[in-house]
């Protein structure tokens, strides 16, 4: 059996999972999130624990045990805790800063670049060098992320870019003079 898959997720307080067929809907103090799992995986709710099985012993089967258990997990995370993702920016006169629901970043282009926040994500720019996507839904929230850092990588000569905070850019050395020559 999966190793996750097996493993149970205990519902903590004040987060209750309703599974109706195949429709699983999480609520929380966060907000509610549903789901419709496989038909190759069982779900059952227990009071406040949540099993995951699976109905064959196929390889498909055995991959989607694992899956579906790793995703009502973060759904149960989402509406509890919620998710976040901090990213920084480097670069002499970078910037970004909220317009309603507009990103707006200054990262060296001719023009601003403008980034709608999509529904069920919320981003805010505490000061002009960073921002924080925050939201319920890991997919959503990873996935805006990884958009804004796609519009401007960090490049490896001089590290300016949007990257993700504490992430390590490796350093390339740029043309080394030798001197002499004729």
């Known amino acids: 059996m999966s190793r996750i898959g097996r493993s149970p997720i205990t519902l903590p307080a004040g987060v209750e999972m309703n599974a109706k067929g195949r429709e699983i809907t999480v609520k929380g103090p966060k907000g509610s999130l549903s789901w419709e799992h496989p038909r190759r995986v069982e779900v059952s709710v227990d009071g406040n624990v949540v099993r995951v099985s699976r109905a064959r012993d196929d390889k498909r089967s055995r991959e989607l045990h694992g899956l579906s258990r790793a995703l009502l997990n973060n759904m149960v995370l989402g509406v509890s ?74 490049e490896p000569y001089k590290g300016k870019g949007i990257r993700y905070e504490g992430e390590v850019v490796l350093r390339k050395a740029g043309k080394a003079f030798v001197g002499g020559g004729g």
């Open 81 to 154: 805790e919620g998710f976040e993702k901090k990213l920084e920016i480097q670069g002499v006169g970078y910037q970004a800063k909220m317009q309603g629901k507009k990103l707006t970043m200054q990262i060296g282009f001719s023009h601003p670049v403008e980034m709608q926040v999509p529904e069920g994500v919320t981003c805010e720019c505490p000061d002009a060098t960073h921002i924080v996507v925050t939201g319920i839904d890991k997919q959503k929230v990873g996935q805006f992320a990884a958009e804004i850092r796609k519009v401007r990588k960090p």
